[in-house]
């Protein structure tokens, strides 16, 4: 059902539900409260002592506003509340005028002073009930809370309510009917409807979320590859011709990977590794084994920058073995790209190395056998094998430097094989980190001069590309302005952040790795993957607007070679988490921790993630839920059930087809 069909839905206010992703009336009603407010009304001799206080009062005079300066007003009013007169005052809630008549019985919640029989007010209710739980919604500039009140009222009229839960589960558990539950997490009278159907909903996510998964391994496991004739000893050939050597994890992937791809069913494993561990040296394996099956193999990565690196290093370490490797990116001449595109498709090229570009119509290529996806936080099911499909069943193999703790790992990435590099190579030195307030920069700007003498270049990051109006926050320009005063503008600044185009970045890119640039300013765009072994120091503003996990990929930047790099984190907060990243260079410990005080967020990249975008679970708070959902689906999955449901024998035909 369409917004439009709700009542009181016109054109602007569509436009503003769409900007938070809602469309339809069914997201609408999975647009679920972040918090409730509870509002407790007593009386007005009860309020005297409190802070806060919740009471009833009857409107008895005219309201008056008062204009104390531009954007600035004060509106009073008498009021009768348990026999007792009251002046009202509310600031900056002129627009209340109209609807505050005499006679009205309003809500008030404030601060009441008897001495002065005053009540300032910080807001003023119209709809009223002794005990009322208020639902707290995320908005948008002019969307405000009651709009969205009013309008789910409406929208919880709406009899076409799929129950996502098998029957078998939902009279296991007693979960009440999915209508019921979104009534009462909406429209709660207690604190037990919230529970109650918070649970309900949350287990009807995951088991979904859970279905896909072990339904795809299930799959996986069963779909024909390309079985690869060839002899273990590709793994000492491929190690000795590599000018250092590798760590245990590394040889253990290698070993791992070799099974895989000679193996008759298809190879889908994910590469989970800390900054810096050496990933792509195992993909790099995957590729030199697909090479010589006289298959290609597919790279893709999340960007330019990223893509552009990968085809500098593996043209290098390929060049040994006779592979043709090459780029296709978006900013290239028409002509050079017809070429590179003709070379594919004749199978002339080993290695194409690019963005989601890859999976453009135009990208034909002649014996795809390997594809590896860099850095990208997994796709929803219905994105995952759009490159995958461009060959017959080739080999698939994801690379994550999102160490993420092992349990949660083996859970939500079940329908992959998993490889973990935990250990770094040798001659890497510990970075250290050192936590720093703003009024101790001076100390900080001696290390960076320091550093910038003995001939090496430094990374500054901000988590804002312009000023927002918030004062204790600095902007990548506001850094730069700063550090040409500090240095007297003798030290080459350049600044690098998402809004400038592709070329303008190469180009910033490319002189920060000639050495041309020497303080590189920019937002997060350089946490994934940029490698610039001269850089030994980062610094980090405003770092507790940052999860340790993007603190960890950030500081992943320096310490690239083997002399000792230094990352600073500024703060003006008393951040305790922040320690933690001088206590440890371990980005699974730094994970776990991340994912005990902050939860799923940071750690997964749900903006960036449609398999990971719940509405409503949450992976830290309700992994036992998880847990429990994933062992009812497989025994949903293993005794055939879903036959006689309608939703998943579809859902199995979507995934069978993708996949």
Do not use: W
């Not at 709809?127 to 929208?155: F, R, S």
């Not at 001069?449 to 990374?459: A, D, N, S, V």
């Amino acid at each position: 059902m369409e917004l439009k069909n709700i009542k009181g839905v016109g054109l602007q206010l569509e436009k503003k539900l769409n900007s938070l992703s809602i469309y339809t009336v069914e997201d609408l009603l999975e647009n679920y409260p972040y918090r409730y407010n509870f509002i407790n009304i007593i009386s007005i001799k009860e309020a005297e002592n409190l802070d806060k206080s919740t009471v009833k009062a009857t409107v008895i005079d005219n309201c008056k506003v008062q204009y104390i300066k531009r954007n600035f007003n004060r509106l009073n009013f008498k009021a009768i509340s348990d026999n007792t007169i009251l002046n009202v005052t509310i600031f900056n809630r002129a627009f209340l005028k109209p609807h505050l008549t005499v006679g009205k019985e309003i809500v008030l919640i404030g601060k009441y002073n008897k001495l002065k029989n005053t009540f300032v007010a910080s807001d003023i209710k119209f709809d009223i009930c002794n005990h009322q739980i208020e639902p707290i919604y995320h908005l948008v500039e002019g969307l405000t809370n009651k709009n969205i009140i009013k309008i789910m009222n409406e929208a919880l009229n709406y009899d076409e309510y799929y129950e996502y839960i098998p029957n078998i589960y939902k009279e296991k558990y007693h979960f009440i009917s999915k209508k019921e539950a979104l009534y009462l997490i909406h429209k709660p009278n207690k604190i037990e409807d919230i529970k109650t159907s918070t649970i309900r909903l949350k287990y009807e996510e995951l088991f979904n979320f859970m279905f896909k998964i072990n339904y795809l391994k299930k799959i996986n496991n069963k779909v024909k590859g390309i079985a690869r004739n060839l002899n273990h000893d590709t793994i000492l050939n491929f190690t000795n011709e590599l000018p250092f050597t590798l760590t245990k994890d590394q040889l253990t992937a290698l070993e791992q990977i070799y099974k895989d791809m000679t193996n008759i069913n298809r190879m889908n494993r994910l590469v989970l590794g800390d900054v810096g561990s050496g990933k792509t040296i195992v993909a790099t394996y995957a590729i030199y084994l697909n090479y010589l099956s006289n298959y290609q193999s597919a790279l893709m990565a999340p960007t330019e920058i990223l893509a552009e690196q990968h085809y500098k290093n593996l043209k290098e370490l390929l060049g040994k073995f006779k592979i043709n490797v090459a780029l296709l990116t978006g900013n290239m001449k028409k002509r050079e790209k017809n070429d590179i595109l003709l070379s594919l498709k004749n199978g002339e090229i080993d290695l194409l190395i690019g963005t989601h570009s890859l999976i453009s119509n135009d990208v034909i290529f002649n014996k795809l056998g390997l594809v590896i996806t860099d850095e990208q936080h997994r796709f929803g099911v219905e994105q995952r094998n759009l490159l995958s499909n461009k060959g017959i069943n080739p080999d698939v193999l994801y690379l994550s430097a999102t160490p993420i703790p092992r349990t949660y790992a083996l859970t939500i990435y079940g329908d992959l094989d998993l490889s973990i590099i935990k250990t770094k190579p040798k001659g890497r030195m510990e970075i250290i980190t050192k936590v720093k307030k703003e009024n101790e920069i001076k100390d900080v700007l001696y290390k960076m001069l320091e550093e910038l003498k003995l001939g090496h270049q430094i990374y500054v990051v901000s988590p804002l590309i312009e000023t927002n109006g918030e004062q204790d926050l600095k902007s990548v320009f506001d850094l730069e302005e700063k550090l040409n005063l500090a240095f007297n503008k003798k030290i080459p600044i350049s600044v690098l952040h998402g809004k400038l185009k592709s070329d303008e970045k190469d180009k910033i890119m490319n002189d920060f790795k000639k050495g041309d640039i020497k303080i590189l300013i920019s937002t997060t765009v350089i946490e994934v993957g940029i490698d610039v072994p001269n850089s030994t120091m980062i610094v980090v503003y405003n770092a507790e607007r940052f999860g340790l996990a993007t603190l960890h990929q950030l500081r992943g930047r320096v310490g690239r070679n083997d002399v000792q790099s230094y990352c600073f984190l500024i703060t003006n907060k008393e951040v305790e988490r922040l320690k933690v990243l001088e206590e440890s260079n371990d980005g699974f410990y730094i994970s776990e921790k991340d994912f005990q005080m902050r939860g799923q967020g940071d750690l997964f990249g749900v903006k960036q993630s449609g398999v990971m975008s719940f509405k409503i679970a949450n992976l830290k708070d309700d992994y036992q839920i998880l847990l429990q959902a994933k062992e009812d689906s497989l025994q949903y999955i293993e005794k055939e059930m879903y036959k006689d449901n309608e939703y998943y024998s579809n859902l199995i035909d979507e995934i069978s087809f993708i996949n």
